[in-house]
């Protein structure tokens, strides 16, 4: 008598679907040339063919259109063709990979020749002799923490984030703190601040 051998359920996947040209900058905030570097930048390029594997260009699409528009994980993964599961754990990566990197990108000048440079341009720009970066605060809205929510309940009523942020004359970030919860007030955050320059 042969063995009966139990074949495993074959696994389907969500046909994968593509973003016409003319809609890639409403729905993603970047052209398509410019959503292929971030991928390669920040992702790698990836080969991987087997199951379901996502292209780098494709975690960069989904993280992307979540960002801008954060609604329902669900619709954006029936958009692109992925699982809600798949959005979920795909926006995390690519954030994760992206705040690996972050020191590479954000950082405030701090030798004398970077604030000599960065006063420079200040100068050149906008006629600002001596400044090397502008900072402001912004309230991001969160769900309200379990733990010491009420912190995070700004003047206004809302649950925040108070961030604080600094630019150079390029318009490029040179320092972000996201450590402040929303009821602490913008001069408290900058007399914290490690930016200050002599």
Known sequence: MADVLELREIKHYKQRLSTPVRDYKELYRFEEENVQWLAN????????????????VLKMKICLRYLSDPGYQKGIGQELGVSQAT?????????DSIV????YWIKFPFTNNELMAAKQLWQSKYRLPTAVGVVDCTHIGILKPNRHGDEYVNRNGHSTLNVQATCDAREMFTSV?????GSVQDS???????????
């Open 87 to 95: 959005v979920s754990r795909t926006v995390t990566a690519v954030i």
């Open 188 to 198: 408290r955050i900058w007399r914290n601040s490690q930016i200050r320059v002599p």
């Open 41 to 56: 930048r920040f992702l790698g390029i990836h080969a991987e063919t087997r199951g379901g594997a996502l292209l780098s």
């Open 177 to 181: 703190d996201v450590s402040w919860p």
């Open 100 to 103: 690996a990197q972050s020191n």
